[in-house]
């Protein structure tokens, strides 16, 4: 089949037209389409088929609003109908060890790897179901900030860490219409058998449609400066060591309840 066979597919058009949606009509979701949209969630793959992962659904306005704040002010947290964060979750299987009498090792930077590569498999499943049903989505990768902040409101325990917020709503007509961002050239992200480290002059080049009338090094020091350089990256970056650092110290009581390894 040819590609522009595959793209009449439904499915595969779905991928290619999804886009991102921040600004929603207000329009309620129904019920039934907010369970399909969860159960979705939970039909992905996931690691020894252990669902490593919860699934929060938010629906305390005061817990909406303090979100758009704690992830980068960003207000459309709180307009957005379906707010779901999803959860790596280490802490059910520990307990559910725990609970058949066994003294489990302490989840390790593999086990949440592991959760946390369900967590975001189950959140695409969800966008893609959002999809099908009219629904528009916008992933908040914030969400990994301000970790004692986010835990404060969700009421997260140890080994438990949030991978990613996704919020949902009906899309304006403007949100429709507008364009989609382009992808790099697909040959720069597709390689074969090992890894191609490009060189300088590819990378200029495969920044080329990007730069608009600025020079390849005026555009790349704004981006650097406004996403990798900037306090909300060098923030996620403190608040996720915050996380693992607590993987890393903490160990269980009982039913639940957590405390700090005493450093001898
Ligand atoms: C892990 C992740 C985190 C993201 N975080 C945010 C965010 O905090 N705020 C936002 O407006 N968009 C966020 N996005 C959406 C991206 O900006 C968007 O996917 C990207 O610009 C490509 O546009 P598209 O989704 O419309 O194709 C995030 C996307 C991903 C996958």
């Given at each position: 089949?040819?590609?522009?066979?595959k793209?009449?597919?439904?499915?595969?058009?779905?991928?290619?037209?999804?886009?991102?949606v921040?600004?929603?009509?207000?329009?309620?979701?129904?019920?039934?389409?907010?369970?399909?949209?969860a159960?979705?969630?939970?039909?992905?793959?996931?690691?020894?088929?252990?669902?490593?992962?919860?699934?929060?659904?938010?629906?305390?306005?005061?817990?909406?609003?303090?979100?758009?704040?704690?992830?980068?002010?960003?207000?459309?947290?709180?307009?957005?109908?379906?707010?779901?964060?999803?959860?790596?979750?280490?802490?059910?299987?520990y307990?559910?060890?725990?609970?058949?009498?066994?003294?489990?090792?302490?989840?390790?930077?593999?086990?949440?790897?592991?959760?946390?590569?369900?967590?975001?498999?189950?959140?695409?499943?969800?966008?893609?179901?959002?999809?099908?049903?009219?629904?528009?989505?916008?992933?908040?990768g914030?969400?990994?900030?301000?970790?004692?902040?986010?835990?404060?409101?969700?009421?997260?325990?140890?080994?438990?860490?949030?991978?990613a917020?996704?919020?949902?709503?009906?899309?304006?007509?403007?949100?429709?219409?507008?364009?989609?961002?382009?992808?790099?050239?697909?040959?720069?992200?597709?390689?074969?058998?090992?890894?191609?480290?490009?060189?300088?002059?590819?990378?200029?080049?495969?920044f080329?449609?990007?730069?608009?009338?600025?020079?390849?090094?005026?555009?790349?020091?704004a981006?650097y400066?406004?996403?990798?350089?900037?306090d909300?990256?060098?923030?996620?970056?403190?608040?996720?060591?915050?996380?693992?650092?607590?993987?890393?110290?903490?160990?269980?009581?009982?039913?639940?309840?957590?405390?700090?390894?005493?450093?001898?």
């Amino acid at each position: 089949m040819s590609i522009d066979a595959k793209i009449s597919d439904p499915t595969i058009r779905s991928l290619y037209e999804r886009k991102s949606v921040r600004v929603f009509t207000g329009a309620h979701i129904p019920e039934d389409d907010v369970r399909i949209i969860a159960e979705a969630a939970a039909q992905a793959p996931t690691a020894g088929n252990q669902q490593l992962y919860t699934i929060l659904r938010i629906t305390d306005p005061e817990k909406k609003h303090r979100l758009s704040i704690s992830c980068d002010n960003q207000p459309f947290i709180e307009e957005a109908d379906l707010v779901l964060v999803f959860c790596a979750d280490c802490l059910r299987w520990y307990r559910a060890y725990e609970e058949a009498g066994i003294e489990p090792r302490k989840p390790g930077e593999g086990d949440l790897m592991l959760a946390v590569s369900d967590a975001l498999i189950a959140a695409q499943n969800a966008v893609v179901a959002a999809q099908a049903l009219g629904i528009g989505s916008c992933y908040i990768g914030d969400i990994m900030e301000n970790a004692e902040v986010q835990r404060e409101i969700l009421g997260l325990p140890s080994y438990v860490f949030p991978a990613a917020m996704l919020v949902f709503g009906y899309p304006t007509e403007q949100q429709k219409d507008r364009p989609k961002p382009k992808r790099l050239d697909l040959d720069y992200v597709l390689q074969e058998n090992i890894y191609h480290e490009h060189t300088g002059e590819e990378l200029r080049k495969m920044f080329e449609d990007r730069t608009g009338k600025k020079t390849y090094d005026d555009w790349m020091r704004a981006f650097y400066e406004r996403k990798y350089n900037s306090d909300f990256a060098r923030e996620m970056t403190r608040s996720v060591r915050k996380f693992l650092e607590d993987f890393q110290q903490h160990r269980p009581l009982h039913m639940g309840k957590w405390v700090m390894q005493m450093k001898i």
